[in-house]
Nanobody, 130 residues
Framework: QVQLVESGGGVVQAGGSLRLSCAASGRAFSTCILGWFRQAPGKEREFVAG???????????YYADSLKGRGTISRDNAKTTVYLQMNSLKPEDTAVYYC????????????????????WGQGTQVTVSS
């Protein structure tokens, strides 16, 4: 089973930046859908950004309103690590961030639902101080 490992979280002041990483063991991020989610204490896990890669079409990226204009998804050349660059961080961005992948999507749309993703990482804590 493919394992996803997130890293890059930490404590940062408001207005700062962090780059989160999601590495997959034994499999490349090729034709799949990857989502970034976050969960703050006492709240449900929510979608923040996602990307679709396909050998048959161009990639597509979608950002939730909470991150739009402040986040960027990218992938390394080996296609084994995906990054989420987050800028202008706010205290309300404080949460545990997870990456998740649907390795065999039935439809190449970027879902915001946690039920559409079958592999999850363990999460990385992001804390933004005011």
């Amino acid at each position: 089973q493919v394992q996803l490992v997130e890293s890059g979280g930490g404590v940062v002041q408001a207005g700062g930046s962090l780059r989160l990483s999601c590495a997959a063991s034994g499999r490349a991020f090729s034709t799949c859908i990857l989502g970034w989610f976050r969960q703050a204490p006492g709240k449900e896990r929510e979608f923040v950004a996602g990307v679709r890669w396909s050998r048959w079409s161009d990639s597509r990226i979608y950002y939730a309103d909470s991150l739009k204009g402040r986040g960027t998804i990218s992938r390394d050349n080996a296609k084994t690590t995906v990054y989420l660059q987050m800028n202008s961080l706010k205290p309300e961005d404080t949460a545990v961030y997870y990456c998740a992948v649907n390795w065999a999507p039935q439809a190449m749309r970027i879902s915001t639902s946690i039920t559409e993703y079958d592999s999850w990482g363990q999460g990385t804590q992001v804390t933004v101080s005011s």
